[in-house]
């Protein structure tokens, strides 16, 4: 039984992703909001908020679709366990950028509604 609840939680840690289904609308209202994003991702993600000019490298355009980071360590970057570990945790916990700061304070839920709305704004 405990190695079943074991499994189970590293089952839910490993799969954050799997374990919420994002809400794209309520991520956009985070991103605008209080998650402070867009001061440096933009009003629409594209990496051009007011923050940004000084920013080297510069906040990452949202709407590429492209990622750096493979947080997870599984050999594929900017999954949707990766962009939600670069969240939590900051870029510079995998070795990326300091000026983007982490977001330990969101629930996981939060941060799966942000990874909604960032997947919404790929072309
Ligand atoms: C102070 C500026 C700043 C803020 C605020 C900020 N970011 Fe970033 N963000 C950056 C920078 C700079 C990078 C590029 C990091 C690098 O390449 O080392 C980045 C990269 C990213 C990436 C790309 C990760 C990858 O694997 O390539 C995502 C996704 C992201 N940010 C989402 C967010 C979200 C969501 C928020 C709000 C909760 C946020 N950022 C707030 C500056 C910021």
Not at 8 to 33: I, M, Q, R, S, Y
Not at 61 to 85: R, W
Request: net charge negative.
């Amino acid at each position: 039984m405990i190695r079943v609840l074991t499994l189970a939680l590293a089952v839910a840690w490993l799969l954050p992703a799997a374990a919420f289904a994002g809400d794209a609308a309520k991520g956009d209202a985070l991103f605008k909001g209080m998650g402070t994003c867009w001061t440096c991702h933009g009003q629409n993600g594209a990496g051009d908020g007011p923050a940004a000019a000084p920013l080297d490298p510069k906040p990452r355009n949202l709407s590429e679709g492209s990622y750096k980071f493979d947080a997870d360590g599984n050999g594929t970057p900017g999954e949707d366990t990766d962009l939600m570990l670069v969240i939590k945790n900051g870029p510079a916990e995998y070795g990326g950028s300091n000026a983007m700061p982490y977001f330990k304070h969101l629930t996981d839920e939060q941060i799966a509604d942000l990874v909604a709305y960032i997947r919404s704004l790929e072309k």
